[in-house]
């Protein structure tokens, strides 16, 4: 049975100077002791958590005993996001006192504190892998294998756009989480994954269409474990991702790289589209970076990094020496 631990980053000062503080982050480790076997860290998604594996693990499909990273050969480690609520109702901060990059910083410097000198791998979803690579140009000389699965290296104007919507609901509307996660649902999805669950069939029960009941589930399911803060904190760092800030472009960012890149795109994501990993992998591959660009073919959109498991292993199979 894994307990959350707690770490404090003393004197942490953001990015923009407006927050000089103490902060505490909750983790847990799984697998081995630190310092026993190599360290992969794993980075949690927008609605994520630290608990990445075990009984209620989020991603308990890849992560733990003869899974694809083993709990048996690595130390897995995960932080909490602060603000993400997990555990705990505390708010110490405004929704926006952070951005990703400082996440990525308190996260490296963490990790120092923890005496880890080196990750194996940093692997991240979505917005958790927006923060590796934040990670990965802040502490040059951490990561052996980054790997951002359905994510990228900054929110682009689609994102932005989407976020801002959100904003606009949780800002505006009388159940504002329920109605905010409500819209989400249909970005991290696809029509043809929609389709080939509910084909236009009703829920007779409740007079409405099945796709209908989907969502306003997801919608009371979100309300009933998250915080209106937490959803603010959360979407406000999925909107400052961009490794590019305080450089002269991406190309001067990359050049700072020493991770290998292996990046998991998915075909029909409608929040961090193919086509932007594939520019990504061109661009560090034009630097003459280690990079590998692989593709989930699945018709259920952003989510398939939650529903697609094979294909994810047999992408990573060869990072984590797994055989299938």
Partial sequence: MNSLKYITVPNFASEDGKITADVTLSYQVFGKELHSVPVVLINHALTGNSDVAGEFGWWKSIVGDSKLIDTKKYTVLAFDIPGNGYKTTEI???????????IANLFGLAVQQLEILSLYAAIGSSLGGGIAWEMAILFPNLIENLIPVASDWKASDWILGHNKVQFQILENSKKPLHDARMMAMLFYRSPASFQSRFNRTVNSNLGMYNIESW??????KLEGRFTLHAYKVMTHLLSSVDISKKFAGIEEAFEQMKSKVIMIGIDSDLFF?????????????????????????????????????EQLVEALSDVFKYKL
């Fill in 273 to 309: 589209v193919a086509e932007d990993n594939k520019e990504t992998a061109k661009l560090l591959d034009q630097q003459n970076k280690k990079v590998d660009y692989k593709e989930i073919k699945s018709i259920h959109g952003h989510d398939a990094f939650l529903i697609e498991f």
């Fill in 215 to 220: 969502l306003q589930h997801h919608g009371k």
């Fill in 92 to 102: 110490l901060f405004e929704y926006d006192a952070f951005s990703a990059r400082d």
